[in-house]
């Protein structure tokens, strides 16, 4: 699970700067676009479901959880939400005590809710709400064919400027 900004989390991900001006709330950046915006709350929305199951097993915080963990990150880059690269690089952050792991897990699903809140703050800025519904936005991402991966790259570069 990568972070939020990134692809799976690990307390706090491996921040980009794309990641630290969002988590940050630095706004010199234009707002995302809605495309970019719709994507990372798809993005976010996946990554918290993924947390969240690791998050209800009874065994975290008593257990390694590296496995369950690597489940979970094969799970997001089969659905093309997670590079593999990425992948790596944030497994190799999880705490090997299970006791941090807990922590770490609870931090990252944390930050992923802190990036989507900020995401839509900062795209609320020069974008009126609209109101639409998700499932159309899921529609209409899905429809235009875009990948999930492209346009979270799309987003982390926006952030880097």
Do not use: C, W
Not at 36 to 61: C, S, W, Y
């Amino acid at each position: 699970m990568a972070n939020p900004a990134e692809d799976f989390p690990s307390a706090p991900p491996d921040q980009s700067p794309g990641q630290n001006a969002l988590l940050s709330g630095k706004q010199s950046v234009p707002a995302p676009t809605h495309e970019q915006t719709a994507t990372a709350l798809r993005h976010f929305r996946i990554v918290r479901n993924a947390l969240r199951k690791l998050l209800e097993n009874p065994d975290l915080g008593k257990t390694n959880i590296r496995p369950e963990m690597i489940d979970a990150m094969t799970g997001l880059i089969g659905d093309g939400i997670m590079e593999p690269a990425n992948a790596v690089t944030q497994l190799s952050k999880l705490p090997d005590k299970p006791f941090d792991q807990k922590q770490a897990v609870e931090q990252m699903y944390a930050d992923t809710i802190r990036a989507e809140i900020a995401v839509l703050d900062h795209h609320k800025t020069t974008n009126p709400p609209q109101y639409s519904e998700f499932a159309l936005e899921h529609l209409r991402h899905v429809a235009s064919g875009r990948e999930h991966v492209h346009v979270m790259k799309g987003l982390m570069a926006h952030y880097a400027r």
